[in-house]
């Protein structure tokens, strides 16, 4: 499959591995996924990062997080807001806020991926990739 938007391609796989209660996602390895993955990391939204294969073949495997009884996933959406055909872009005043800071903006900056805490507390902004709550 030949993805031209690999952010919304990961997003859709994450939102469909979550609706499905798997544990874990295969997603195609690329710098970008790499750093998005980290920043859901560090935000607490999956448990854990593992890398599988090589060369173009390289897949991140993302462990999936769960709370209760019934499983209820962590992440309840995933937004896809700056696509190839729109780019959307937001300087350090106007970074948005996701549900009054419950939920995080990805933001690519030039000083690379991060939440738009990060961008804020650095007073830089970039490129709004997609909200995530």
Known sequence: MAANDT???MLTRIRNANLAR???VHIPSTK???SIAHVLRE???????SEAGDGIKQQL???????GKNRDPIIKNLTRVSKPGLRVYSNRKELPRVLGGIGIA????????MTDRDARRRGIGGEVLCYIW
């Open 106 to 113: 990805i933001i690519s900056t030039s000083s690379g991926i």
């Open 22 to 24: 798997h544990r874990t």
């Open 7 to 9: 952010i919304a391609d």
């Open 43 to 49: 935000e607490g939204f999956i448990d854990d990062i």
């Open 32 to 34: 970008m996924t790499r």
């Open 61 to 67: 495997i993302l462990a999936l997080k769960y709370k």
